[in-house]
Antibody, heavy 121, light 108 residues
Framework: EVQLVESGGGLVKPGGSLRLSCATSGFNFATHSMNWVRQAPGKGLEWVSSSSWNTDDKYYADSVRGRFTISRDNANNSLYLQMNSLRGDDTALYFC??????????????WGQGTMVTVSS | SYVLTQPPSVSVAPGQTATITCGGNNIGSKSVHWYQHKPGQAPILVIRYDTDRPSGIPDRFSGSNSGKVATLTVSRLEPGDEADFYCQVWDSNTHLWVFGGGTKLTVL
C-alpha cells in the first residue's frame, strides 16, 4: 500500500524555522516527482513546492521562494521542506503529495494526511 | 500569473448530475487535474489530464476541457460525494502549479 506520512509541524514564532518531513512507503520513491501543498484555515489548496525525482528541477510558489527549500533523500524514501523566516500567513496544514511519474508537471496521485504548522507569537 | 476561476458552491439533489467549471485563459491548451477534498481527509485525484479517471474512481466522475473552460461532471450524485473540488494546471510560462479557488459541492 502506498503511504505518505508527514511530520514536523508545530507552533513556531514569527521569524522562526521548521523542517517538515514526509516518510513514504509502498512505491519506488526515487522514480517520482514529489510536492508540498498547503491549506490555510478556511482557505483552499495552495501549491508550495515541487521536486523532480533527481532534484534537477525544483519549483517554488512566489509566496515562499527564498524562504522555503525542498529536498529529498531517495535512499531513505523521504521528502523534506525546510521553512525559514516563517510568517503568520504560513499557518496551514501542509500536505505531501506524489506526482504520478518522474516528470516535473504530472498529476498529484497520492496525498498524505498533512501536518499542521502554526506561526504565532 | 495564471488564474483559475471556479464557482464557490454548487448544490444538486441526490441522483442528479453536478457540473463544476474551471475557467482560465486558453485552458483548453493545458492539462487539467481535479481533486476531491473532504474535511479531515487527504485530497483525492479524481480526474487527471482532462479526462482520465484514476483506478478506483467511479465512472460517475468525468471531465472535459476545451477553449476557456474545463468541466468536472459528477453523475448519479450520492450524499458521500459532498466535498470541496479543486482544479489544477501547470503554468509552463511561469513554471508554477496553479489551483482553482475550490468549489463546495452540496448534495441536497
Amino acid at each position: 500500500e502506498v503511504q505518505l506520512v508527514e511530520s514536523g509541524g508545530g507552533l513556531v514564532k514569527p521569524g522562526g524555522s521548521l523542517r517538515l518531513s514526509c516518510a513514504t512507503s509502498g512505491f519506488n520513491f526515487a522514480t517520482h516527482s514529489m510536492n508540498w501543498v498547503r491549506q490555510a484555515p478556511g482557505k483552499g489548496l495552495e501549491w508550495v513546492s515541487s521536486s523532480s525525482w533527481n532534484t534537477d528541477d525544483k519549483y517554488y510558489a512566489d509566496s515562499v521562494r527564498g524562504r522555503f527549500t525542498i529536498s529529498r533523500d531517495n535512499a531513505n524514501n523521504s521528502l523534506y521542506l525546510q521553512m525559514n523566516s516563517l510568517r503568520g500567513d504560513d499557518t496551514a496544514l501542509y500536505f505531501c503529495a506524489r506526482s504520478d511519474s518522474g516528470g516535473s508537471h504530472r498529476a498529484f496521485d497520492v496525498w498524505g494526511q498533512g501536518t499542521m504548522v502554526t506561526v504565532s507569537s | 500569473s495564471y488564474v483559475l476561476t471556479q464557482p464557490p458552491s454548487v448544490s444538486v439533489a441526490p441522483g442528479q448530475t453536478a457540473t463544476i467549471t474551471c475557467g482560465g485563459n486558453n485552458i483548453g491548451s493545458k492539462s487539467v487535474h481535479w481533486y476531491q477534498h473532504k474535511p479531515g481527509q487527504a485530497p483525492i485525484l479524481v480526474i487527471r489530464y482532462d479526462t482520465d479517471r484514476p483506478s478506483g474512481i467511479p465512472d460517475r466522475f468525468s471531465g472535459s476541457n476545451s477553449g476557456k473552460v474545463a468541466t468536472l461532471t459528477v453523475s448519479r450524485l450520492e450524499p458521500g460525494d459532498e466535498a470541496d473540488f479543486y482544479c489544477q494546471v501547470w503554468d509552463s510560462n511561469t513554471h508554477l502549479w496553479v489551483f482553482g479557488g475550490g468549489t463546495k459541492l452540496t448534495v441536497l
